[in-house]
């Protein structure tokens, strides 16, 4: 399948410092990939949807101005974490799609465990 | 809305013996479901789709999924469980109109004794 690589896969950082997560799609354009978090022993809960070139969607109830989320290219999306707080020490994981194709299922990222310290 | 049930938090099953890990769905429109299996702190692996065509569909490592579209359902089964397959399983769905937007179940973690 395709292969989506996310990085770091672990961070630990202090209380109020911004941390960057990155989502890259290695072998092919993702003009569409998504942000998740999970909490201990819960499912993925959607945060943003990042679109190529344009400002990010994000569901309801999420910061946008806490959770940065920039898609300057069709391989990259970053996550950035402003202001971070031990309350967002969390797994972060990104997806992303091919946008066309006959591959209807997303791919993911290894995923990022962000400590808040 | 789309939204996604698993019933079950946990299921344990005997190496050998048969496993399903259920899955109902809700979603305007017609379905596109998956499930993905985790492990401990990784990412998603993709194990199999329904879109459309035979209601079982066979996927990844001897998983099989049946789309029953009277009950609403996408379990997940196989035949013979392995000490391996101890992971976390998720159920997903989207809509064939809602864009790309997947939304998960909350996950049924599988235990397989030897």
């Known amino acids: 399948g395709a292969v989506v690589s996310q990085h770091p896969s672990r961070v630990i950082c202090k209380s109020g410092t911004s941390v960057k997560i990155e989502c890259r799609s290695l072998?092919?354009?993702?003009?569409?990939m998504f942000w998740y978090r999970q909490f201990p022993k819960q499912s993925l809960m959607l945060m943003a949807t990042?679109?190529?070139?344009?400002?990010?969607?994000?569901e309801q109830g999420v910061e946008k101005d806490k959770f940065l989320i920039n898609h300057a290219s069709l391989t990259l999306s970053t996550l950035t974490v402003t202001s971070a707080h031990p309350e967002d020490s969390s797994f972060y994981i990104c997806?992303?799609?091919?946008?066309?194709?006959?591959?209807?299922?997303?791919?993911f990222g290894q995923g990022t465990r962000l400590t808040v310290v | 809305a789309q939204s996604v049930a698993q019933p079950e938090d946990q299921v344990n099953v005997a190496e050998g013996n048969p496993l399903t890990v259920k899955c109902t769905y809700s979603?305007?429109?017609?379905?596109?479901l998956f499930w993905y299996v985790q492990y401990p702190n990784r990412g998603l692996q993709f194990l199999l789709k329904?879109?459309?065509?035979?209601?079982l569909v066979k996927g990844s490592y001897g998983f099989e999924a049946e789309f029953n579209k009277s009950q609403t359902s996408f379990h997940l089964k196989k035949p013979s469980a392995l000490v391996s397959d101890s992971a976390l399983y998720f159920c997903?769905?989207?809509?064939?109109?809602?864009?790309?937007?997947?939304?998960f179940g909350a996950g049924t973690r599988l235990f397989v004794k030897a």
């Open positions: 997806s992303a799609r091919e946008p066309q194709g006959s591959r209807t299922e997303a791919f």
């Open positions: 072998d092919f354009q993702a003009t569409t």
């Open positions: 990042s679109n190529e070139g344009s400002k990010a969607t994000y």
């Open positions: 979603v305007s429109g017609n379905p596109y």
């Open positions: 329904y879109i459309t065509g035979d209601n």
């Open positions: 997903a769905v989207r809509s064939d109109t809602g864009g790309f937007k997947t939304i």
